[in-house]
């Protein structure tokens, strides 16, 4: 479920399929919208609960990505098990990327960015 974290930050918290689709087409739909207003936020993307990626997630996932460019925000995956980080490192995936070990170390880099870019 995506979570405003601040007026900058949204945090997804996901889980296994089918609420997995579904909650990246949702984060995808909010960036969308965020674009369109002028005001994308940075988003982290909490893999904790997640044990496995499929074709269509990694697809869903590039697909944020774009948006995130396009929106010129950051796109922060976070918690990631040890079987879907072997899904990364086997497409590629890892270095095309941001990664952050847990979901707090991921939103405060993302304050921590914020902070000094506005300096």
């Known amino acids: 479920m995506a979570t405003d974290w601040s007026d900058s930050i949204v945090v997804c918290d996901l889980r296994d399929e089918p609420a997995l689709s579904e909650e990246l087409a949702n984060a995808g739909t909010k960036l969308a919208a965020a674009k369109d207003e002028g005001k994308s936020p940075n988003v982290v993307l909490n893999f904790a609960e997640v044990t496995y990626l499929n074709s269509s997630n990694i697809a869903q996932l590039l697909r944020l990505r774009k948006l995130a460019a396009e929106g010129r925000t950051k796109l ?40 000094a870019s506005s300096r």
């Open 76 to 115: 922060k995956l976070a918690g990631m098990s040890d079987q879907v980080w072997s899904v990364m490192l086997l497409t590629g995936l890892d270095k095309v990327f941001e990664f952050a070990s847990d979901k707090a170390t991921a939103i405060a880099s993302l304050q921590i960015d914020a902070g």
